[in-house]
């Protein structure tokens, strides 16, 4: 055995008579206790630890809840603007893609559609050719009624020229005649005053006096009757300088005339008037034509134009789809009406209202946004989440949602933010 062996035996000896030493005063009490080392406080940290722990644990899902205004849920949210198709068709060119400003009116895309339904077109062609048909018709009959007219008018005239000359003649002899009577008349006038002195004086008998006074009737009535055959000519005459036909051997003839003139006049008359419905539905019917295969035209290559400014969220047509009529091309947002869609349990509900101002904050690190409060709804139904870019976050039994509109002065300000993002998901608390 060498020295360096008998060394550690004997090191080994005291130890272990040390450690019984020990052993045995700690049994009996007597002398000081020994200190501990290090390794005895790693046991005791480490229970300190697990109590601090569970009292966080404690104030964090008791305590805190019972005082946080803070909501479970929030994502940005804005109303969607939808593009749709008026036509079926391919998408043979889309002009924009997600994130991309439009005005209103500007083209969208377009859509190609050859096989449009031309049946109206045809329609409007096949009566736009029926009318000027008609109106032709109809202008062929009002030449030939015109022409008739002009014929019966002259014939007329020539009758009245023929009887007011024979009616003229008939009044000159009317007027010889009574003149002739009129002398009659003062002839036995005179014959009877002549044969009244005579009898006076005895040289004829009475009855010679009673001849010449018959006589004299005679021819007051001759002359009475010469009168009213003058008279009643005379009238002819001025009637018939005023156009009137006074009769005569022409007169069944001239009548004849006058109703076919009449009736002639009515007809043009009624011509004219359906000429210029017609023409006027012709008009109409040829506006119709243009306007719908100016329609055609568009829709064999429409554009689709934005009808509202906005920022593109989605394109859900790419170019080259086949869309059917009302399909919706792509989804824009407006980011001057951006808002925010907040999960709030049910013991924050209650201090909820209308009017309420929501603190909005984002990751960024900057300060928060307000929002002011102009929806609670205890549910969300599909059709009402429809109108949105997003659909709305998942809420407990319980829960509501607040959706709150941003205030902000300028829509630029809320893209430099980035909060034009619907969908992105923020904190937000109830601050009043």
Not at 116 to 123: A, E, G, K, P
Not at 201 to 216: I, K, W
Not at 222 to 247: C, D, K, P, T
């Amino acid at each position: 055995m060498n020295a360096s062996t008998v060394r550690e035996s004997d090191e080994l000896a005291h130890a272990e008579a040390t450690g019984w030493f020990r052993r045995l005063r700690r049994k009996s009490g007597k002398g000081p206790a020994p200190k501990e080392s290090g390794e005895s406080l790693v046991p005791r940290l480490a229970g300190y630890a697990l109590l601090a722990f569970v009292l966080w644990l404690v104030i964090t899902t008791l305590i805190q809840p019972l005082v946080s205004r803070q909501a479970t849920r929030t994502v940005l949210q804005a109303p969607v603007l939808l593009v749709t198709s008026p036509i079926s068709g391919v998408v043979t060119r889309m002009t924009v893609r997600a994130s991309d400003k439009v005005e209103a009116g500007a083209v969208v895309a377009t859509v190609q559609n050859p096989t449009i339904n031309r049946d109206i077109l045809t329609t409007l062609t096949t009566q736009r050719l029926a009318l000027q048909s008609q109106v032709a018709q109809l202008a062929n009959q009002l030449n030939a009624s015109n022409e008739e007219l002009q014929f019966v008018e002259q014939q007329v005239k020539l009758y009245r020229t023929a009887s007011m000359a024979q009616t003229r003649d008939a009044w000159q002899v009317a007027q010889r005649q009574r003149e002739v009577a009129l002398s009659s008349v003062a002839e036995q006038e005179l014959k009877v005053r002549h044969t009244s002195a005579m009898l006076d004086e005895g040289a004829v008998s009475p009855q010679a006096m009673d001849a010449a006074q018959a006589q004299l009737s005679i021819s007051r009535a001759s002359a009475a009757v010469a009168e009213q055959a003058y008279v009643g000519l005379g009238q002819s005459v001025a009637s018939a300088s005023r156009g009137v036909f006074v009769g005569g051997s022409g007169a069944t003839v001239y009548q004849t005339l006058a109703n076919r003139r009449e009736t002639l006049a009515g007809d043009i008359e009624r011509a004219q008037h359906d000429s210029q419905a017609l023409q006027q539905q012709l008009r109409e019917v040829a506006a119709l034509e243009t306007d719908e295969r100016r329609r055609i035209e568009r829709m064999a290559a429409f554009e689709v134009r934005a009808m509202q400014p906005g920022q593109v969220h989605t394109v859900l047509m790419p170019q080259g789809s086949y869309v059917p009529q009302g399909a919706t091309l792509v989804r824009m947002i407006d980011c001057s009406r951006i808002e925010v869609v907040a999960v709030f349990p049910p013991r924050v509900a209650r201090r909820l209202d209308i009017g309420s101002t929501i603190a909005v904050k984002t990751d960024d690190g900057r300060p928060e946004v307000s929002a002011r409060v102009t929806q609670i709804l205890p549910v969300a139904p599909e059709d009402f989440q429809s109108r949105y870019a997003v659909p709305f976050p998942f809420a407990e039994q319980g829960s509501v949602y607040a959706v709150a509109h941003i205030e902000a002065a300028m829509p630029e300000w809320l893209e430099q933010r980035g909060l034009c993002a619907p969908g992105k998901v923020v904190s937000a608390r109830l601050a009043s």
